[in-house]
């Protein structure tokens, strides 16, 4: 199956997956429409410029604009291929929250035209892309969808979710592997063919439900690997024992690979995903719930630590080292390190810095408090405690000769050379 020409190519929400990925696919010679309700984000993009942080997005961005193969609009436009990669966040009770993928579709579906292909890219629990076929269904009556009509449908609709690593995410887009689930087989077909222009990574066709669950068992699978090792952190830390040096042994045995502890689970993906599935199937998911417990209370773990250091040492100013979910990268989202650091600016006024290479400003949770953004040369000349909490390449280069005359607390076991003795 191909299309005659390079197909037209609607992409929805340009945030840090739908933006790289409608660059991508302007780059292998598609003309790409990036949509956008953020206006702010639309406009910057046009004039070639980015709004995110991401290892050489900024000049393949610049170069697709500058050659006319992506545009971008607030509204959705006709296109061959719709792609939405917009958020699924959870609600106060954990429920995922599917509005802005219904939102989207209610869109795409005043456009729709025969031939057409949908592709949903975001994190979704198992039975969303039904649900945005349902609502096609009954929103455009004349538009035969698949799996509801027994002639030849009109439209292909398929589930083909990201897996990529922020900081690599060309790359990644590129050469990993695909999942992509279609709501008939001949849904994953087109879909797989529309991949196909861009994607070298093997793409494995499977039915919409597989997919949506295969997304959400990968994110589950880490969450529950870390929870394992920041609950022997935890362990370790009442024995008074070197949770580095055990893990480091332990993992000489050929058949161990235990991860790293840090101070909790961040970002939009591993700390949320696994409540999806605990949302479908909340009484056969206690080790998926538990490790998400495990993970959250290890933030807390670590804050009353840090505390019960400042409080020993009343006088001593604090650098928070970092605030983003995971290292070299900008992204703050359900970051640990932030909550750490902004419950320290709080409690503790002026004696707080903190020490973000990656922010130019500090994030709206420091708003209010007295703490201050500085580099780290200012946090090495002026503060006497380090909280490191994200293992920025930075912060890993900060020899010991500036660290041996600090009280150092360090979450992510950046410097070997300098372990704290836990009380
Ligand atoms: N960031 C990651 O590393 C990553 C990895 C894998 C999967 N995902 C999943 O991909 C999806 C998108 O994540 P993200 O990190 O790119 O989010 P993001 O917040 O960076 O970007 C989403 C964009 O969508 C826009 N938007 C919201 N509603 C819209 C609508 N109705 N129409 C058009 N635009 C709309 C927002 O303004 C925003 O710019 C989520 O489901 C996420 O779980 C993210």
Redesign the pocket.
Known sequence: MRYDKKPTVCV???????LPTAAIIARAGCQVLG????KN?VDTIAQGKIHIEEVELDGLVQGVVSRGMLHTSLEVQPSDVFVV????PFGEDKAPDTS?IL??TQKIAEVLKAGDTIIL???SPVGTTKKMRDMIASLRPDLKVPGLSDEAPDIAIAYC????L?GKILEELIYNDRSIGGITPRCARKALTFYKYFVRGECVTTDAESAEMTKLVENAYRDVNIAFANELSIISDKMGLNIWEIIKLANRHPRVNILQPGPGVGG??IAVDPWFIVHSAPEESPLIRTARTVNDYKTDHVLGQVKHIIEQNPSAKIACLGLAFKANIDDFRESPAKKIAACLAREYGERVSIVEPYASILPTEFENTAAELIDIDKAIADCEIFVALVDHDIFKSIPLAERSNKIVYDTRGIWPDQIRNPE
């Open positions: 929805i929400g340009l945030g840090y997956i739908g949509v956008d309700v953020d984000v990669a917009v958020p699924t802005y939102a989207a890219e975001s994190t979710p990201e897996r990529v922020p939009h993906c």
